[in-house]
């Protein structure tokens, strides 16, 4: 399973509908899981994004169709990057 760090960043229309139904990010997660994107941890962050999120998936397939789904809908942004524990890569750097 991969993991994934993910930046995103509401559109106004993205804020709009948070402040209407905060709930909708809980629907969100649940919406990426059946998509095959796991959220394992998920916060709110002040500065030029709005949320940080660390994702599971079998593949990067997986995670880019979750985001182009997500990107499409116009209410948010993402940047999306590939992340690997320490020990594995120092590992990887041994061998």
Do not use: C, H, W
């Not at 760090?5 to 106004?12: A, R």
């Not at 962050?45 to 593949?59: R, T």
Request: net charge negative; no cysteine; glycine share 6%.
């Amino acid at each position: 399973m991969g993991v994934y760090v993910i930046l995103s960043k509401l559109t106004d229309d993205g804020a709009k509908t948070l402040k209407k139904n905060p709930e909708r990010v809980k629907e969100v997660n649940q919406e990426l899981e059946r998509m095959g994107v796991k959220v394992v941890k998920q916060y709110v962050v002040f500065g030029e994004y709005d949320f940080v999120n660390i994702v599971e998936a079998e593949s990067n397939m997986a995670v880019m169709k979750a985001m182009v789904e997500l990107a499409s809908r116009g209410t948010i942004r993402t940047i999306t990057m590939p992340a690997v524990e320490v020990e594995e890569f120092l590992s990887s750097l041994k061998s």
